[in-house]
């Protein structure tokens, strides 16, 4: 049995980081009720591409979820979700801070509902601040929070990373968040507001810039595929692409140099040190990108690895995503889909030994378990001015 089986989420979220979050609750064994407006739903529902009608955005985040459509702003829609929430222990939400509040469903009004809910808000910029208000996307966030200015080509402009990863940092901590006020509730039975912010989330793994800047008083730029801290630790040239190593530590140099054979740079005194290897960077990488040009990537790697030295070749999505690894950790999986025949989608990275993510559920269609979920409330599904597709 997964390990959150029998608790009840009311899912008020759409697009990333709440339906990412919710996601991985329904993967451990939650029951996600999913609330989408009843005309379109959530909004990736109209993302491109599709499949067959499917936004591939919206399959991506929304398994191990029922879909129930509601018009909030009508009264039997008002209803269905007071009676849902009286019955379910989380209640997590992404509208703009004040949006429910509007509708009559802040945090307060639902815990005099139900004072043991966990109500969590995913929001831009958190539920106190001067930018309470904003609208937060991923690529302002990643601006305004400083990760683009420390990624990119040092020549070029700063570069926002390829995916949502605000989004997804966000939708971590407020699983995590939520399941420590569960923990609390379990010992004062009382429920609280997990208060979320994208800013927040992406700020904190900014910690290696902010104390460079903290104490050194200045942050560290845009340094391509090097690292500000180590060298040889980034992505070198070969014949056939680049081959990514990770030279950590004093033992890793000694491993790397007898894996290519260059000794001679191990007792280099410019290079003896890894403080050494930092102030001459530009002449060992020069010095490595001669030596290596030899080796193809699968030539190199395969000398790295017997020495023990991390590395990898990079690779496109496509190779990344055929890599028999992934698949032996169940991190490529198939769901049955009764309109697609299946859905091939990625895998929950969170392995229990004993009560193991349970992915079963496919992405819904719009409404699809409204009579189910409304008869469960003792309401009448065609009073609650609900659709589907």
Not at 168 to 187: E, H, K, N, T, V
Request: hydrophobic share 35%; net charge negative; with cysteine.
């Amino acid at each position: 049995m997964p390990p959150l089986d029998g608790l009840r989420v009311i899912d008020l979220t759409r697009v990333l980081a709440g339906p990412y979050c919710t996601m991985m609750l329904g993967d451990m064994g939650a029951e996600v009720i999913k609330i989408e407006e009843p005309t379109h739903g959530d909004d990736t529902r109209a993302w491109a591409p599709h499949r067959d009608g499917w936004s591939t955005f919206f399959l991506g985040l929304n398994r191990s979820k029922k879909s129930l459509a509601l018009d909030l702003k009508s009264p039997d829609g008002a209803e269905a979700l007071c009676r849902l929430i009286k019955k379910s222990d989380i209640l997590i939400e992404n509208f703009r801070p004040g949006s429910l509040d509007r509708l009559g469903f802040s945090y307060n009004k639902v815990a005099q509902l139900n004072p043991r809910i966990i109500y969590c808000s995913v929001t831009g910029y958190g539920l106190s601040g001067p930018k309470t208000d904003l609208p937060g996307y991923d690529a302002v966030i990643q601006a305004e929070c400083g990760l683009m200015d420390v990624t990119g080509s040092p020549n070029g402009p700063p570069t926002r990373v390829g995916v949502a990863i605000t989004d997804y940092l966000a939708g971590l901590y407020a699983m995590s968040g939520i399941l420590l006020a569960l923990r609390d509730r379990d010992q004062s039975g009382k429920g609280q507001h997990v208060d979320i912010g994208l800013l927040d989330a992406m700020t904190s793994a900014l910690a290696l810039p902010a104390l460079m800047y903290f104490n050194m008083g200045t942050a560290p730029g845009r340094e391509g595929n090097q690292h500000h801290s180590l060298t040889p630790y980034e992505a070198l040239p070969v014949k056939d692409g680049l081959v990514v190593v990770a030279v950590g530590n004093p033992r890793l140099w000694t491993q790397f140099c007898s894996a290519i054979e260059a000794r001679d740079l191990e007792y280099d005194p410019r290079y003896a040190t890894n403080t050494d290897r930092m102030k001459h960077r530009p002449e060992l990488v020069d010095e490595l990108t001669r030596r290596l040009a030899r080796y193809t990537g699968d030539a190199l790697i395969e000398r790295l690895r017997m020495h023990t030295v991390p590395c990898a070749q990079v690779r496109t999505v496509a190779e990344a995503l055929e890599d028999p690894h992934l698949l032996a950790r169940e991190m490529v999986i198939d769901i049955p889909q009764p309109a697609l025949g299946h859905v091939r989608t990625l895998g929950n990275p969170i392995k229990l030994s004993r009560t193991p993510a349970v992915i079963d559920r496919p992405p819904p269609s719009l409404g699809e378990h409204n009579d189910e979920v409304l008869a469960s409330l003792g309401l009448h599904p065609k009073r609650t001015n609900s659709g589907s597709d």
